[in-house]
C-alpha cells in the first residue's frame, strides 16, 4: 500500500513521515495552539504522538494526517480522521485538526477539513460525523460550523481525560450526517 495523500488547491495531507517531527513539534510547544488543548509538548511527547497517529492510520485506514502547505513544503499541522477514544465517543468517527499559529486566519482548517469529509463520504461507512473540542476553543468551532457541522449540546461533556478544575475539561459535541 502507497502512502496516503490527498490534495486540495493548497495543502497536500498525507502521511507521517520521521522528518516531520520538527514542524510538528514546533506546534506542540506554542502556547498559542496550546492554549485550548493542553500543556506544551515535549519533543519525546510530539514523537510520540506522531507515532501514535501512524498506528491509527495503520490500523484503521485514516488518522489526523499531516498537512503540508504545497507552496513551501512545511508541515503546517494535521487534520483528519480518528476513531473517538473517550468514553462519551468511543469508536466514532471524528473529525480533528491543529494548525500552526502563524498558519490561522488563512483557511487552511477549513479546506483540509472540507477534503477529510469528502473523503470519509467516499471511504467509510460512518452515517455521521463528530467532532469536539474544549468549549472555549472558538477557532475550532467556527472551522466546524463552517463545514456544515452542528453542536448538539445534549452530547457535550467533560473530558474524561482531565482533571475537574481544568478549564479544559468542559466540551461541545458537533456533527455532520455523512452517508444519507
Same mark, same amino acid.
Given at each position: 500500500m502507497g502512502e496516503f495523500k490527498l490534495e486540495t488547491e493548497r495543502l497536500i !495531507?498525507?502521511?507521517?513521515?520521521?522528518? %516531520? !517531527?520538527d514542524d510538528f513539534h514546533r506546534l506542540g510547544e506554542d502556547p498559542e495552539v496550546m492554549k485550548t488543548l493542553g500543556p506544551l509538548m515535549t519533543r519525546e511527547q510530539s514523537a510520540d504522538l506522531i507515532t501514535e497517529l501512524q498506528r491509527r492510520a495503520s490500523r484503521f485506514g485514516h488518522t489526523f494526517w499531516a498537512v503540508e502547505r504545497k507552496n513551501d513544503g512545511r +508541515?503546517? #499541522? *494535521?487534520n483528519g480522521l480518528v476513531r473517538g477514544k473517550a468514553e462519551q465517543i468511543a469508536g466514532e468517527l471524528e473529525i480533528g485538526w491543529r494548525l500552526a499559529s502563524d498558519c490561522w486566519g488563512k483557511g487552511y482548517a477549513t479546506e483540509a477539513a472540507l477534503a477529510s469529509v469528502e473523503w470519509a463520504r467516499q471511504s467509510?461507512?460512518? @452515517?455521521?460525523? /463528530?467532532? /469536539?473540542?474544549? +468549549?472555549?476553543?472558538v477557532g475550532s468551532r467556527a472551522v466546524m460550523e463552517r /463545514? #456544515?457541522?452542528? @453542536? +448538539?449540546?445534549?452530547? %457535550? *461533556?467533560?473530558h474524561p481525560a482531565l482533571a475537574e478544575d481544568d478549564p479544559l475539561r468542559p466540551h461541545v459535541l458537533y456533527e455532520m450526517e455523512l452517508n444519507r
Open positions: !495531507l498525507r502521511d507521517w513521515r520521521s522528518d %516531520d !517531527l +508541515v503546517v #499541522g *494535521f467509510c461507512p460512518d @452515517r455521521y460525523l /463528530i467532532s /469536539i473540542t474544549s +468549549v472555549n476553543n /463545514i #456544515g457541522m452542528r @453542536r +448538539v449540546k445534549e452530547r %457535550d *461533556f467533560d
